[in-house]
């Protein structure tokens, strides 16, 4: 969803997206070359191009535990431009939702900066925070956090609504942009259906078209099919990718699954608090 609702909503609910068909185009981060189509992002530092539309600089999360201070995340670099779909790797527990988190602004680094759109997330009020996820990013969980009290048409539409009077949109437009986003998805007949009247790849794919609703400049997505069957996950995820390449937005997407990671343009690999 876009926005900010609660937390739980608020995956789903903060403006939300996904990103290109990388066909078959691999970059590991630690080969500073370029993006396969898009200049300087990097695994590393990003050049800060007229087509970045998230980067973070010199990005550390340390978390107090036990009376110790534990670092989760220790000088992350990350720049990911206009279309561009990149993969976050590694493993349970190092860092990779802590990094997502971050990037979407849900959670504040110890240090470092993030830009959205070339703005400061830390400069921003929580006010104007919460209004630039609902026009730039989309989020897409491994659990769709659909509200349930709410059919899949005002679902999807909610993070339109929440941001209608910046868009100009009435209530019906928003409605109508809903609708057409589900018929995206293949589910232009369970418009008026609940949640709980819908399956477990339906209900995912409601949360897809909730992100790419207001066709954000990028998605961030936390193992989006990690719920689902491997059949099922693979049709979500093919999805995914054939919206983002027609809308055009970014996706970031953390996932354990190397066969997902293998067909977006980047690969980016996390240990230690590190992309190496």
Known sequence: ????????????????????????????????????????????????????????????????????????????????????????????????????????????????????????????????????RNKALGFVYQFHHLLAEFTALENVAMPLWIGAAARNLSVDDCKQQAAEMLNEVGLSHRLAHKPGELSGGERQRVAVARALVTRPACVLADEPTGNLDRGTADQVFELILQLNAKIGTALVMVTHDPTLAKKMQRTLTISDGMIG
């Open 1 to 132: 969803m876009s926005s900010d609702a609660t937390s739980k909503s608020r995956g789903p609910g903060d403006g939300d997206a996904i990103g290109e068909v990388g066909a078959g185009e691999r970059r590991d981060a630690t080969s500073k070359s370029r993006g396969p189509v898009h200049g300087d992002a990097i695994g590393g530092v990003g050049a800060g191009s007229a087509n970045e539309v998230l980067s973070c600089r010199g990005l550390t999360k340390n978390f107090a535990q036990g009376g110790l201070d534990v670092s989760v995340l220790r000088g992350i670099d990350l720049s990911v431009n206009r279309g561009e779909t990149v993969a976050i790797v590694g493993a349970s527990g190092s860092g990779k939702s802590t990094l997502l988190h971050i990037l979407g602004g849900l959670d504040a680094p110890t240090s470092g900066e993030v830009l959205l759109l070339g703005q400061r997330m830390d400069q921003l009020t929580p006010l104007a925070q919460g209004a630039l």
